[in-house]
């Protein structure tokens, strides 16, 4: 799409949404785009952290923004790419994220560690009773967050976009499959991962301290490959993992977009699908949409 609205004049550049392709070297299991991509078409926030380091969506707010004010002082169009639907609404939504703090962040999760999510809960309900009251006892990494912004802040209030874009003129295109076509495609996305040397990947990282970055160890695919080498489970089972817990995550993710009415959906497999695209930005370029 990008290569296209080039050509007709309006030059494009791709802004990275995605947690997890901001990583060194995670490239195989997030599909990081390749040089020739990246030749082809300038991308943005694209293995610029160390697996070490910590990303949040604070951060992401602030990069993918700062990117995206950049194209538009050049006079080139933001194409904002990947991501879960609340790092996307964090970006190209008005939403106060709550401050993060490494640190804190990780004393709490050092706790969760060794007490566990319940125990944690309990400490949440103490200090506030609220928000204890709109986690559940079992989701350790939410409770953790809250602790977080409560030491941070006083107190812990989630923040729900209204609808009201950072920029007006966004347009938000989605893609969609049939559950089926879906489900097989991440089937076999993990297993060309394995083919691609998934396993050698994490160890490579594992040398250089994934297992210290509180976020990329998360990630699907090396999470499991890192209960893998750690005896936990066989490598088959591993594989079977990611692909259970991947489909999971998509249709988490997919839920949450279909709550957005202001997103145009197209159908990922329509041989046309780049020709309507190109057409239905272009048409926004030009200014003639209805009111």
């Known amino acids: 799409m990008c290569v296209r609205l080039g050509r007709e004049g309006h030059p494009a550049e791709i802004i990275n949404t995605d947690s997890m392709v901001v990583y060194r070297g995670m490239d195989i299991g997030t599909a990081t785009p390749t040089l020739s991509e990246q030749r082809a078409v300038k991308h943005h926030l694209v293995s610029i952290r160390d697996v070490t380091e910590p990303f949040s969506i604070v951060g992401m707010q602030t990069l993918a923004r700062q990117a995206t004010d950049d194209c538009l002082s050049r006079g080139v169009i933001p194409v904002l790419v990947g991501g879960s639907a609340l ?14 703090d490494p640190k804190v962040r990780a004393r709490w999760q050092k706790r969760l560690d060794a007490e566990g999510p319940e125990a944690l809960h309990e ?7 609220r928000a204890a009251e709109s986690i559940l006892p079992g989701n350790g990494r939410r409770i953790v967050r809250a602790l977080e912004v409560i030491e941070l802040t006083g107190s812990f209030a989630a923040t729900i ?9 966004t347009v938000q295109i989605g893609l969609e499959l049939p559950r089926e076509d879906m489900d097989r495609r991440i089937e076999q996305r993990v297993d060309q991962m394995w083919d691609d040397g ?17 976020t990329a160890r998360r990630a699907l695919g090396y999470r499991q490959v890192l209960e893998f080498l750690d005896g936990d489970y066989d490598e088959d089972e591993a594989r079977r993992r990611t692909v259970t817990a991947t489909r999971r995550f998509a249709r988490k993710q997919l839920m949450w977009y279909r709550r957005d009415e202001r997103i145009e959906w197209f159908n990922a497999l329509d041989p046309d699908l780049d020709d309507k695209v190109v057409t239905r930005v272009l048409t926004a370029l030009s200014g003639d949409e209805e009111d």
């Not at 609404?89 to 993060?100: F, H, L, Q, R, Y």
């Not at 998934?198 to 509180?214: H, K, Q």
């Open 123 to 129: 400490e949440l309900a103490r200090r506030d009773p």
């Open 87 to 100: 790092y996307t609404k964090a970006v190209i939504d008005e939403m106060a994220v709550p401050p993060t």
């Open 198 to 214: 998934l396993v050698d990947e994490v160890r490579a990282l594992d040398d250089v301290g994934l297992r210290d970055g509180l």
């Open 161 to 169: 976009p209204d609808g009201t874009y950072h920029w007006p003129a």
